[in-house]
């Protein structure tokens, strides 16, 4: 299916847990540039917090032994965190009706007006938005990855032909968003990046709203995509190079923080030049 007209907007999904400060401020920075709108989107409508320690330039990340925060960039969060840009999300459970059980005796006909629902809330989005961005962070573990309303958002931009953008721990939301009946991943065949296993926490972790605190995130995000993506696709963590960001369309994918600039920067070469493939297997990578 052909890609909609252009309209000059990105909708952009956030956790309510949590988002790392410069994988927000990095795209929203290049595609604001480039002229787009920028509407911002979390499951339950609330505000998204950033992440405390992405607001603070002394802090030390533990896999990188630095800081990975500058004093520039932990004010740019500091100035959205407190900004009223974040402060009325669209509310994605609302956006979305609840999927029905198959134990409900009615279930056939629940489905068939789910699926009519659904169907008409993305072929409405998909021509209101060039492109859809998923920030990373920890917080998308809890409430993003495994989110079947994103699932189904994420599924229907694809299936529109329009670019779906990802970071980090958001594009574990890619590996698991799958057609209900073949329950393959959208990624299998594809090439992505993503927080490869050199920068997982082994201790510490937090997550912004909850009690929880973890040691290593739940789930290996880099095997996850290494079998999500199969033996046609590839998974590429690019450790020991600064940059990994990933173009295999309709998908642009970034491994993490410093990748944030770059990767709104290929979305947006995605959208303005036709670019359909960099930074793996022989194409140009950075």
Request: aromatic letters at 10%; proline letters at 7%.
């Amino acid at each position: 299916m052909e890609a909609v007209s252009a309209t000059n907007k990105i909708l952009v999904i956030l956790s309510e847990f949590g988002y790392w400060g410069e994988e927000l401020i990095g795209p929203m920075e290049v595609l604001e540039g480039a002229g787009y709108d920028l509407d911002y989107a979390t499951p339950h409508g609330r505000k998204p917090p950033a992440i405390t320690v992405s607001m603070d330039p002394g802090y030390i990340d533990p896999p990188l032994g630095r800081p990975v925060t500058s004093s520039i960039m932990a004010e740019k969060v500091r100035s959205i965190d407190s900004g009223g840009v974040l402060d009325e999300p669209i509310n994605i459970e609302e956006l979305l009706p609840e999927r029905p059980y198959r134990s409900e005796s009615n279930w056939l006909r629940a489905y068939e007006q789910y699926t009519s629902e659904v169907d008409e809330t993305v072929k409405r989005l998909t021509h209101e938005y060039d492109a859809l961005l998923l920030v990373g962070g920890s917080g998308p573990i809890i409430d993003v990855v495994n989110n079947y309303r994103i699932h189904e958002i994420i599924l229907g931009f694809v299936s529109a032909n329009v670019p779906v953008a990802a970071e980090c721990y958001g594009v574990a939301a890619l590996a698991f968003a799958r057609d209900p009946l073949e329950r393959r991943s959208i990624i299998e065949g594809k090439h992505v990046t993503g927080h490869c296993i050199e920068y997982d926490y082994q201790d510490g972790t937090g997550f912004m709203g909850t009690d929880f605190v973890m040691g290593p995130p739940p789930y290996p995000l880099e095997y996850i995509l290494r079998d999500a993506t199969g033996p046609n696709g590839g998974y590429h963590g690019r450790f020991g190079h600064v940059t990994s960001v990933i173009v295999d369309y309709p998908f642009i994918t970034g491994r993490s923080t410093p990748d944030s600039y770059l990767t709104g920067q290929k979305l947006v070469e995605v959208l303005r030049t036709g670019l359909r493939q960099w930074g793996f297997m022989g194409v140009q990578s950075a």
